[in-house]
């Protein structure tokens, strides 16, 4: 039973927790927070042992919090920082100094551990290391699509646009209320991202932030290598990990309609760990493919994350890996 | 074990028809659709039994459809009419002619059913009647948070400022986008409608639509007729019943954050059938008592639902109903 | 000539610098910003003097500033405090070493000029003063609507709900993007802030806040004290200065239809200086008056920034200027 | 003086009858609505002559209309058709019957004229026809920027991402208001349709709806036939008609900020004839361009609309139409 730890119990990390304890072979030896808000009362409720992010946290969350967070992380074989962005690659330093293993999200670069995880391409490669990041939301998306296209026909250049959400439900003071907001440097930094986990793939992004909370919308359209036909490509991702075909005809019409998905299939916060493909979008012209995914920028990574994890910590092959994290969690094969 | 049928396996009638099926005294019969959608696919995954709503219907479910409506109906005890506003009134004749009772929604007017309902205002009226209307969501949340305060205090004029969301998740093609829509006739319909149920209780009620969808939001303020401090009214809603109080000291500071609560409590489709009452903004200056309260407004008139249904069919009486309901839901009492 | 200078060439900077430059009676002094944007090349097109806001800027603004605000405030009469919230407080310091007039925005303080400005409430209680502060776009608006009812038949009690926006359409970073925000302590400032100008005026505001940009709008309710029907309201407001009412019956439904009124009458930025009242909402019940109004809060306080600096410099009693403003900008009388 | 009608005072109608009443050689005959609204209150107001649209509106407009549709027809030298889409179309016999050239929008599909039309593009086939179809915003905006390049360069394969807006400021009955919409079916309409103006021309469109009323934004990824540096590719845009360059250093990073760009350059309504080209946003790697446009769907086709007019009535040649057009609105040519 390996004890993992969970730094910053806030959108990810409350995940994160919850998939942990899911789980046979893993058990949470506790969060933090730097502040008594709900989702501390939330971490006690769950019955988690709740310690403090920083100083200041451990005076503000008084008998809420065991100890510091350095308390937690000596207790622990493997720590998912889960705290804001750019305060990850800061944290570093801390769980060297407890001499566990790590596990990043996303949001802080490449060079924070070395190694950019996806669980269906490299989870191999991640084995014993003492680091890893799971790439974005965003990053994770393209890899569950793409990999597959990769090994059965070949990808050239990939061209996509990410349509982004502005913030999540719960960030209320994030904007914009009514403009659609370019990243003015091309290409957007998601793209290369994909480069760090399938090697020599090109893929080209551009981005735009628009006022909505709900999930991310790709649209992609790429190159392939050799010939394949509309339904070629949807039985290859009718067998790909983590993606969920879609059906417009169905009234699936939008990024709203997925989430009322999730929550008519009762998941827990209506999490959509798929990725979800549009099939009725699929659409191949000579040998360019174009389709529509959408991407649940709060959940999509928690699979990986707790396959990073097993990796990390030499806990199983991955195949094992990913079957024991879908079936605990209920994904979509 | 009474069988109920859902009219209209929508936004309404998909929460009922998994609340019925919760109960330990009752069985969904059976559910309509008009038409083949990811919903009519789910009431075939939860096992419902799908009928046609229209005769359309059932050439476009085809090998979906059990049958027609009508079909539905004769094998039913009672039916919860979840159609479109408007569409309830014209049921009525199908209803009479199955010859079984009928809980109609609020969107449909008072003289639908003769009877406006409320499970802790007037089930004891309701009891064997052949119909009843429960009122809606705006006015189901304002009975919650009044008829207790009318009972212990006594309650003069109210005022009430109802800031409506503009379409529910799922609705994407309503508006607006970027603009608050007042109701221009004043006072809109919505405080009249609560002396339907609490006879004789003025409530003055402005109304205007603003771009949201998760939950309406009501700013209350009322005379109190009898003096009462604000730990005297906290108390009272302490044990008021379907009433949770929240506190923005917690960081629950709008209609998102409430929302995310009930994404933490791992709700299904984190409803609220609880009105959610801002702890934090109840204030008492002389005989003036003012606050704000959330409504969710696709679920909050669930467990009234089910105990209209219970009331009309002489299944229970008030007590026994409202308990079993919350338990079988997990409503906070 | 008055020489007026504007320290913080933004959303109300640039109109008052607009503003100054169409009366007959004044001239822009110079401008200030920190930054090089779209708007300081604006100031330049215009042709006013642009000075620095603060050191960096000067550094910033390069060849394009003609010195620093200290240089700009000595070759001035009085200067328009337009910095953002709290900023000006903090201003008052450099304005009374300069030794000229100075009028602050409704963010900050009452006590930041000891004087809370309305043209048609306090003009002649302003004349002579080194400073006054206008009242914000929410209590301005109040001001509008109310002082008119107040001389002609005496109101008692008020209710106010304010519907509010959650930023300028420039102001891409603000949120919420989809939730309703209460402003939880009660009352909110607004209500009391109106009595700064009308002493004795007893006003309840409650505030929340909503994903829009275009305007404020007001929810108000209110007791007569004198018998008035719904027609003698509308003729008293007919008159009042800077109100002008609208139409729901000809499409005017909403704060976007107000603001397309506002670009159908070709003003400079489709600003509408005027309080806009829905006459189709102006009920009277009893001694209850209630109706909808809405707040333009880019631009309604415009013009009585003009009028207080004539008043402060002594220019023209209250009717030869608020006449004076308007006419050089083309207000609704 | 040619004698111009506008059948449609709407959102485009009004922009193009006060388009035409700027022109030194046309002049409005007179203009149509359904509806005795505020829109029908501006014609009033501005001068025009308005007639009923519809047999309904002939008494719904009562006094306020000179007569119908088709006695307005017959005193017309042209009509700008202006009815929403789909109308147009249907309109096509009521032109032919007066014997009057007939301008129609995007909204109708290419054959309702046979021809479809862009100023820079194809003027000269225009000249002396009886109807034309000035393409849609979105089409007119991809014409401004990519035919400059395919003269200039040689233009491969085009794709396209178009982020749309839900609907235009006052459709206030228009979502989505939280979700990003998909269009399934790739190609979108918007790229097949340049090539009705470019013959030739491959662009490949993939279209989303997103919660916002301002403009569309397009993100462009185009292959270059002949080598051009990212200077060469400003160079050619910098003389390119109707085309204006911003810049996100200055501050205009996003659809919001280039509004507020109309509004401080004082145009009517903030109209944005021009398409709006991020400069800083323009990249070459290898032989691929990207960028990033905005194109404000309520004006850009006005300019397109007077010269379309002039070449069928065969009043000018295109250098001479254009520069008459841009002049009298205040196009930055």
Known sequence: MKRIAVNGFG????????????????????????????EADLAVERGYDLYAATEA??????????????????????????????????????????????????????????????????????????????????????????????EAFGVGDVSVTLVRRGGDPKQTDRGPINAIVPSLGIPSHHGPDVAKVIPGLDVHSMAVKVPTT???????????ESRASRSDVLDVWETAPRVMQVDGGRGIGSTAELCELGRDMLRPRYDLWELALWKDSVTVEGDRLSFFQGVHQESIVVPENIDAARALLEMADSEYSTRTTDDALGVIR
Not at 106 to 129: K, L, Q, T, Y
């Open 11 to 38: 959108t990810i990390g409350k995940r994160l927790a919850d998939a942990v304890d899911a789980q046979p072979d893993m058990e949470v030896s506790g969060v933090t927070k730097t502040r008594p808000n709900y």
């Open 57 to 150: 946290g451990l005076e503000g969350l008084g008998d809420m919090a065991e100890g510091s967070v350095e308390e937690l992380l000596v207790e622990s074989d493997l720590v998912f920082d889960c705290s804001p962005t750019g305060i990850g690659a800061r944290n570093r330093g801390l769980y060297e100094d407890a001499g566990i293993a790590a596990v990043y999200q996303g949001g802080e670069p490449h060079d924070v551990a070395g190694f950019s995880f996806n669980a269906a391409v490299n989870f191999d490669e991640a084995v014993g290391r003492d680091a890893a990041r799971v790439v974005s939301c965003n990053t994770t998306g393209l890899c569950r699509s793409l990999f597959p296209l990769v």
């Open 214 to 224: 709900l999930m991310h919308l790709h649209a992609v359209s790429l190159q392939l």
